[in-house]
């Protein structure tokens, strides 16, 4: 019973002084959700849940993206385009990003807001970073005479490129507020629900990441 | 006692009109309105229906209502080829997507879900209202479609976007049907007309409505989850959660491979990439040289990868309210509830390993066929065990014929008779000879068409009374159900013999052809019943419409069912349980228990009832 009643939960220290402890199954199992047993109004696993359904269905697009990518380069009239190096860069930063996000959720459970403000801002400017490195790759690729428009591998970098790039800027934007509001000194549903947000948050950005080291991995390797 | 209310819900009462009833989080209300979206562009698609029998019964005919519409794409008010193929592509669109895709799962499942979990809400209230305006924007850029191709002014705005847009042929909205097959639908204006600006924007709104999806499966795995009151265990759920969240689950997975097709569609349109054109390809008498690498098969693959799990998130929510149904008014527990919920989710997941099968005759290796082949076959298990299983929850049961007793038993008919035929074209070498034939229309209107529908029109003389407060009319509505009963087995059942005759399916006329003279009087006939079948629908929209405010009142519980939703005022307050958390301590059919004081136990009634 007592894992119904939130405030005791709560308080137990997790994985740091601070952090409330990691629920440990998926969902409500029937046992009514918390909002239920007390004062809280926060089914807390939501945002986590949210975000793994989210993941599998991007992962479904670029599954699809990624089989056609596959099947077209079987074609007689495919075209091999070699990887700019601006993308090296890019995957540098993108990776770094994933240690620094890891740092500010750690520096965090350690109660250090000022450090888990440092390295959750150091995480934006490496996605910023990723992002210019990105671009920079395109104009590579421009210098280089590939287009959107033309043999599928190089419109693949493009597509690649530019969708995984729409899905990071949700991730970026997600970030920016994790960083604007990290001065903010929160209790109880609040910061039970920042707590939430930020797990799920750093969930998708370490996607985001594992995400382009995939596509990065097809384009260069599978020519 | 109005403070705890507010307390426990997350998200106060609305107060002005916009927020109640327009951009509404309250679950309930978007609910309604993807029903209201559903009834609305059903209509579209009926009348598009009825168009296109009369066209192939009276060929040449003048219209003069069509000839003032669509002066290019009727001209003199006779219709154009062009017109009839564009009304074939536009009724599959609206009719898969805004109509069986919205309100078996957007509609009732966004209203019956968190009720029936004991949830006062969907997870994300506001990604909920996303979801439906995002679908809405859909629904009006397809209808944009049909005037940026079909009408010349309006063609003309678009011409503005750039040259894949230029303006459309005048013949009434795109053409390339539901499938919208590469390489043509990738080439644009010099595919033939038909392929011009409202192509673009058919791939726009599918795009769009794919997300519009994707937020509402996102919603409703997150709220079954997360969200279930004490006491709702998984197996305690209703079979109708069981369908929704099997349909969220498919929407999930296939909605992206549709998303990421259609981008690379809209591209091969509008940027000039070359993923479903290839190279040294012959279009229209020329050759298409700025193309170059593509694979025409590939789209396909893509979108029955998406198609085929698409038909399941149609009929899926109609057997969940199906078996709802029956239990509820054979007065009997749901024949073997367990089996149940596994049949659903095989026939979902197997969903997802049978596209091939619509690709028979497309170019596939004889050892995938015989692959997708079986895997196809073997759905008919998880389908016969759903069969049976209603036939045992009927059988030797005291049943009650109301009206949406009669669509249950209707939707497990057109199931059987839909379905069986499925097994006779997903073998290959009967696929052969009965592709593109009318023999294919029967079977997938039988199943996912009709059968669907059949469901929903169960689920809304069913929960009507919860929604609204009031009974709808019986009378007319068993008059509804056996006219339209009668009336879709009239319009399909011939439909096969077409096919076994080998009457193509999309053609505009069939005049021209000696071997199918003789079916003249079968396609005069179904033209009737189509016609009859189409007319009494307004039966229905009067029955709907009338009694939510002329129907007899109803009271909490009219039917005398078991699950949460009925425990409740008709229509439900604004957090569905005022506050008071329901606690289950019952499955959701325990319906004749014997040795109880009631034939019905309902799903909170405390342990002691039994």
Same mark, same amino acid.
């Given at each position: 019973?007592?894992?119904?009643?939130?405030?005791?939960?709560?308080? +137990?220290?997790?994985?740091?002084?601070?952090?409330?402890?990691?629920?440990?199954?998926?969902?409500?199992?029937?046992?009514?959700? @918390?909002?239920?047993?007390?004062? +809280? +109004?926060?089914?807390?696993?939501?945002?986590?849940?949210?975000?793994?359904?989210? /993941?599998?269905?991007?992962?479904?697009?670029?599954?699809?993206?990624?089989?056609?990518?596959?099947?077209?380069?079987?074609?007689?009239?495919?075209?091999?385009? @070699?990887?700019?190096?601006?993308?090296?860069?890019?995957?540098?930063?993108?990776l770094?990003?994933?240690?620094?996000?890891? /740092?500010?959720?750690?520096?965090?459970?350690?109660?250090?807001?000022?450090?888990?403000?440092?390295?959750?801002s150091?995480?934006l400017?490496?996605?910023?970073?990723?992002?210019?490195?990105?671009?920079?790759?395109?104009?590579?690729?421009?210098?280089?005479g590939?287009?959107?428009?033309?043999?599928?591998?190089?419109?693949?970098?493009?597509?690649?490129?530019?969708?995984?790039?729409?899905?990071l800027?949700?991730?970026?934007?997600?970030?920016?507020?994790?960083?604007?509001?990290?001065?903010?000194?929160?209790?109880g549903?609040?910061?039970? +629900?920042?707590?939430?947000?930020?797990?799920?948050?750093?969930?998708?950005?370490?996607?985001?990441?594992?995400?382009?080291?995939?596509?990065?991995l097809?384009?260069w390797?599978?020519? | !006692?109005?403070?705890?209310?507010?307390?426990?819900?997350?998200?106060?009462?609305?107060?002005?009109?916009?927020?109640?009833?327009?951009?509404?989080?309250?679950?309930?209300?978007?609910?309604i309105? =993807?029903?209201?979206?559903?009834?609305?562009?059903?209509?579209?698609?009926?009348? !598009?229906?009825?168009?296109? &029998?009369?066209?192939?019964?009276?060929?040449?005919?003048?219209?003069?209502?069509?000839?003032?519409?669509?002066p290019?794409?009727?001209?003199?008010?006779?219709?154009?080829?062009?017109? =009839?193929?564009? $009304?074939?592509?536009?009724?599959? *669109?609206?009719?898969?997507?805004?109509?069986?895709?919205?309100?078996?799962?957007?509609?009732?499942?966004?209203?019956? $879900?968190p009720?029936q979990?004991?949830a006062?809400?969907?997870?994300f209230? =506001?990604?909920?209202?996303?979801?439906?305006?995002?679908?809405?924007?859909?629904?009006?850029?397809?209808?944009?479609a049909?005037?940026?191709?079909?009408?010349?002014?309006?063609?003309?705005?678009?011409?503005?976007?750039g040259?894949?847009?230029?303006?459309?042929?005048?013949?009434?909205?795109?053409?390339?049907?539901?499938?919208?097959?590469?390489?043509?639908?990738?080439?644009?204006?010099?595919?033939?007309?038909?392929?011009?600006?409202?192509?673009?924007?058919?791939?726009?709104?599918?795009?769009?409505?794919?997300?519009?999806?994707?937020?509402?499966?996102?919603?409703?795995?997150?709220?079954?989850?997360?969200?279930? *009151? &004490?006491?709702?265990?998984?197996?305690?759920?209703?079979?109708?959660?069981?369908?929704?969240f099997? *349909?969220?689950?498919?929407?999930?997975?296939?909605?992206?491979?549709?998303?990421?097709?259609?981008?690379?569609?809209?591209?091969?349109?509008?940027?000039?990439?070359?993923?479903?054109?290839?190279?040294?390809? =012959?279009?229209?008498?020329?050759?298409?040289p700025?193309?170059?690498g593509?694979?025409?098969?590939?789209?396909?693959?893509?979108?029955?990868?998406f198609?085929?799990?698409?038909?399941?998130?149609?009929?899926?929510?109609?057997?969940?309210?199906?078996s709802?149904?029956?239990? *509820?008014f054979?007065?009997?527990?749901?024949?073997?509830? &367990?089996?149940?919920?596994?049949?659903?989710?095989?026939?979902?997941?197997?969903?997802?390993?049978? #596209?091939?099968?619509?690709?028979?005759?497309?170019?596939?290796?004889?050892?995938?066929?015989?692959?997708?082949?079986?895997?196809t076959?073997?759905?008919?298990?998880?389908?016969?065990?759903?069969?049976?299983?209603?036939l045992?929850?009927?059988?030797?049961a005291?049943?009650?014929?109301?009206?949406?007793?009669?669509?249950?038993?209707?939707?497990?008919?057109?199931f059987?008779?839909?379905?069986?035929?499925?097994?006779?074209?997903?073998?290959?070498?009967?696929?052969?000879?009965?592709?593109?034939?009318?023999?294919?229309?029967?079977?997938?209107?039988?199943?996912?068409?009709?059968?669907?529908?059949?469901?929903?029109?169960?689920?809304?003389?069913?929960?009507?009374?919860?929604?609204?407060?009031?009974?709808?009319?019986?009378?007319?509505?068993?008059?509804?159900? #056996?006219?339209?009963?009668?009336?879709?087995?009239?319009?399909?059942?011939?439909?096969?013999?077409?096919?076994?005759?080998?009457?193509?399916?999309?053609y505009?006329?069939?005049?021209?052809?000696?071997?199918?003279?003789?079916?003249?009087?079968?396609?005069?006939?179904?033209?009737?019943?189509?016609?009859?079948?189409?007319?009494?629908?307004?039966?229905?929209?009067?029955?709907?419409?009338?009694? !939510?405010?002329?129907?007899?009142?109803?009271?909490?519980?009219?039917?005398?069912?078991?699950?949460?939703?009925w425990?409740?005022?008709?229509?439900?307050?604004?957090?569905?349980?005022?506050?008071?958390?329901?606690?289950?301590?019952?499955?959701?059919?325990?319906?004749?228990?014997?040795?109880?004081?009631?034939?019905?136990? !309902?799903?909170?009634?405390?342990?002691?009832?039994?």
């Amino acid at each position: 019973m007592a894992t119904v009643t939130s405030t005791e939960t709560a308080a +137990k220290p997790g994985i740091g002084p601070g952090w409330p402890k990691p629920p440990g199954k998926n969902g409500s199992n029937g046992n009514g959700h @918390r909002r239920f047993g007390g004062d +809280k +109004k926060f089914p807390k696993d939501s945002y986590r849940i949210t975000v793994w359904i989210l /993941m599998a269905s991007i992962v479904m697009m670029f599954v699809a993206l990624a089989s056609s990518y596959i099947i077209l380069s079987g074609d007689e009239k495919w075209q091999p385009v @070699r990887m700019p190096r601006a993308f090296l860069v890019s995957t540098a930063l993108i990776l770094v990003s994933s240690v620094t996000m890891t /740092m500010a959720r750690r520096q965090l459970s350690l109660g250090q807001s000022g450090k888990y403000k440092a390295w959750l801002s150091l995480t934006l400017l490496l996605g910023i970073g990723f992002l210019a490195s990105q671009f920079k790759g395109w104009q590579q690729l421009f210098a280089a005479g590939a287009f959107l428009a033309g043999n599928p591998h190089s419109s693949f970098y493009y597509l690649f490129t530019g969708a995984h790039g729409i899905h990071l800027l949700g991730g970026l934007s997600a970030v920016t507020y994790l960083a604007v509001r990290s001065g903010q000194v929160l209790t109880g549903l609040a910061r039970e +629900k920042r707590f939430a947000a930020i797990e799920a948050i750093a969930l998708y950005w370490h996607f985001m990441d594992g995400l382009w080291v995939g596509l990065f991995l097809l384009l260069w390797l599978w020519k | !006692m109005a403070e705890a209310i507010h307390e426990v819900h997350r998200h106060p009462a609305p107060t002005g009109f916009i927020r109640k009833y327009i951009f509404s989080i309250d679950h309930k209300v978007i609910g309604i309105q =993807y029903i209201l979206l559903a009834l609305t562009a059903v209509i579209v698609g009926l009348v !598009m229906s009825v168009l296109m &029998r009369m066209n192939l019964s009276w060929p040449g005919t003048n219209w003069p209502i069509l000839g003032t519409l669509f002066p290019t794409g009727a001209p003199g008010g006779i219709m154009t080829p062009e017109f =009839y193929l564009s $009304l074939v592509t536009m009724h599959g *669109t609206i009719m898969v997507f805004f109509v069986l895709t919205t309100a078996p799962q957007g509609g009732f499942g966004n209203y019956f $879900l968190p009720i029936q979990i004991g949830a006062d809400d969907m997870a994300f209230p =506001y990604l909920n209202m996303m979801s439906f305006w995002v679908t809405f924007v859909g629904f009006i850029v397809l209808l944009t479609a049909i005037l940026a191709e079909g009408n010349l002014t309006v063609g003309a705005w678009f011409s503005k976007l750039g040259e894949s847009f230029a303006a459309g042929s005048g013949t009434v909205g795109p053409i390339g049907g539901w499938t919208g097959y590469a390489p043509l639908s990738a080439l644009g204006k010099i595919a033939g007309p038909g392929q011009g600006a409202g192509v673009n924007l058919w791939i726009i709104s599918i795009a769009i409505f794919c997300v519009g999806s994707l937020l509402g499966a996102l919603n409703f795995i997150t709220t079954l989850l997360n969200m279930r *009151t &004490r006491g709702m265990t998984l197996m305690r759920m209703p079979l109708t959660c069981w369908a929704w969240f099997t *349909t969220a689950i498919l929407a999930l997975l296939s909605f992206p491979v549709l998303l990421g097709g259609g981008i690379l569609l809209l591209l091969d349109r509008v940027a000039g990439t070359s993923f479903f054109i290839p190279g040294g390809l =012959y279009v229209s008498g020329a050759l298409v040289p700025q193309h170059t690498g593509g694979s025409p098969l590939l789209w396909q693959h893509l979108f029955w990868f998406f198609g085929h799990p698409e038909v399941y998130i149609a009929i899926l929510p109609g057997m969940g309210a199906t078996s709802h149904i029956l239990s *509820t008014f054979a007065r009997k527990p749901v024949f073997g509830y &367990r089996a149940m919920v596994f049949a659903i989710f095989a026939i979902g997941m197997l969903g997802f390993f049978v #596209w091939g099968h619509h690709m028979f005759i497309s170019g596939m290796s004889p050892y995938s066929a015989i692959a997708f082949s079986v895997l196809t076959l073997s759905i008919g298990v998880p389908s016969a065990i759903k069969t049976f299983n209603w036939l045992g929850t009927l059988w030797g049961a005291r049943i009650r014929f109301t009206t949406p007793m009669l669509f249950a038993i209707g939707f497990v008919s057109l199931f059987v008779a839909g379905g069986i035929t499925g097994l006779v074209l997903g073998q290959t070498s009967l696929d052969f000879f009965f592709h593109d034939t009318y023999f294919v229309t029967a079977h997938f209107h039988l199943v996912m068409g009709v059968a669907s529908i059949f469901g929903m029109f169960a689920a809304t003389y069913f929960w009507f009374p919860k929604m609204f407060g009031r009974m709808m009319n019986e009378n007319l509505g068993k008059f509804h159900f #056996w006219i339209t009963f009668l009336g879709v087995y009239a319009i399909f059942v011939p439909f096969h013999a077409m096919g076994m005759v080998g009457m193509p399916r999309r053609y505009a006329q069939f005049g021209e052809y000696e071997f199918l003279k003789n079916t003249h009087g079968l396609v005069l006939f179904v033209t009737v019943a189509a016609i009859i079948t189409a007319a009494v629908q307004l039966v229905f929209y009067f029955n709907f419409f009338w009694s !939510m405010f002329k129907g007899k009142k109803a009271g909490d519980n009219p039917w005398e069912a078991t699950t949460l939703e009925w425990g409740i005022p008709s229509p439900p307050p604004h957090d569905n349980f005022a506050g008071i958390i329901p606690e289950v301590h019952h499955g959701p059919y325990e319906f004749s228990v014997p040795g109880a004081a009631k034939d019905y136990i !309902m799903q909170t009634d405390p342990e002691a009832a039994t």
